[in-house]
């Protein structure tokens, strides 16, 4: 396994649609390792191909807490199959937003279908925090952002302050 590079927004990688992989195969296999491997070195509770530069359709997710066990959830070609009315609002960040966090309204309940890592279909349900993390690691492989959900002048903001951020470290390493 490998512990690969995170992408921080703004940056047009960030923005593409992935495709489907044809099956779960070995190197499918080792994108999804990597990429938990990855989440997990960052404390984070998802993660997306694109945010790592890969376009293909595989996320991982694993919403436990410290102190729980593992839980990791590998997915390729999510596919959402039914989302509640009902809506629920969680504070949401991203690895590729370090540091930025805003409150999101999304479906509360969502019935999703994936490929697992032994290329087998799974569906899970899920609520709460999960539900939340899923879709937005799902709208990773739209080229949607946490802040392409809140108001544009919040989104402006968040992106300036990442975009300023960035010109600081590239001075600070010229
Ligand atoms: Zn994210």
Request: net charge negative; glycine share 4%.
């Amino acid at each position: 396994m490998a512990i690969l590079d995170i992408i921080v927004a703004p940056d047009p990688r960030l923005k593409i649609t992935a495709k489907p992989v044809k099956e779960v195969d070995k190197s499918v296999r080792k994108l999804m390792d990597d990429l938990l491997e990855t989440m997990h070195a960052s404390r984070g509770i998802g993660l997306a191909a694109p945010q790592v530069g890969d376009k293909r359709r595989v996320i991982v997710v694993d919403v436990a807490g410290e102190d729980e066990e593992p839980n990791p959830i590998r997915m390729a070609n999510p596919e959402l199959l039914w989302a509640s009315e009902e809506e629920g609002i969680h504070e949401e960040g991203c690895l590729s937003l370090p540091e930025q966090y805003a409150e999101v309204t999304r479906p509360a309940h969502i019935r999703v279908r994936y490929l697992d890592r032994d290329n087998e279909i799974r569906e899970i349900e899920a609520t709460g925090v999960l539900a939340t993390c899923v879709q937005h690691e799902m709208d990773h492989l739209e080229g949607v952002l946490f802040v392409d959900h809140i108001s544009a002048l919040k989104r402006r903001m968040i992106l300036r302050k990442l975009q300023k951020a960035k010109k600081q470290a590239a001075l600070e390493n010229a």
